[in-house]
C-alpha cells in the first residue's frame, strides 16, 4: 500500500509521517509523490489530479484552528510566507503575532487547502490532535489500516520541528489557547464557516 500524507506546515506532517513510519513498517509513506505536481504543502489543483492507481490513500493531516493560528504566528512560521506568496500573509500594518502575518489571510488559506483536498476521492482527515496519546494512535492506526499494534512507538525527534514538546500535548488534545485573545479568535470565527467547520469536525469557542 502507498500513501501520500499532506497538511499544511506546523500540522504535525513530519509527525505523523514518522509516527506512522516507524509502527507500519509494511505500509510506504511519503510527504512527497511520484506526481509531478504535488508537495506535501500544495494545494489540490483539479487540473492535475491524482490517478486512481497512485497513492492508495491520501491523509491529510489537519490542526485546529486556533492552534495551528497560533502555531504559525506565535511559535515559528517556517516558510509559509515564502511558500505561499499570492496570500500576502506578511503585512505589517494588520497582523497577528511576532512574524508580521495577516489574520484574515492565514484563515483564508488555511480554508482554501482543507476545502480542496477534502474533494479528492482518496483523502483521510486526520485532526493532528488524535495522534498524541498510545490509545488515540492505535485507534486511528485500526480505522485507517485495519491493524491492532500491541505497542506504540513514539518518534523522540521531529525532523525540521526543533520545538516540539510532549509537554503541549495536553494543550493540543484540550484545544487549549496561549496567545489568541477574543479579537483575534473572532476573526477567525468569521472566517471559517460553520458548514467548513463542519466538514473539518472542529468546533470554535
Known sequence: MKVFLNGLQRTGTNYVLKLFRQNLPNVEFKDDTHHPYYHKHNLYNFKNPFTDKYPDKILTIIKHPYSWVESICFRNCVDIKRWFPNYYLHNTQDYCGPFQINLKNLCKLYYDFYDTWLKTQQITLIQYERTLTQKDIQREIFKLFNIKPKQITLPKTI???????????????????????????????????????NRIKYRLS
Open 159 to 197: 525532523p525540521q520541528s526543533d520545538d516540539f514538546v510532549y509537554e503541549r500535548k495536553e494543550i493540543y488534545r484540550n484545544y487549549r489557547t496561549q496567545h489568541l485573545n477574543d479579537s483575534q479568535k473572532q476573526i477567525i470565527k468569521e472566517c471559517l464557516s460553520k458548514d467548513f467547520l
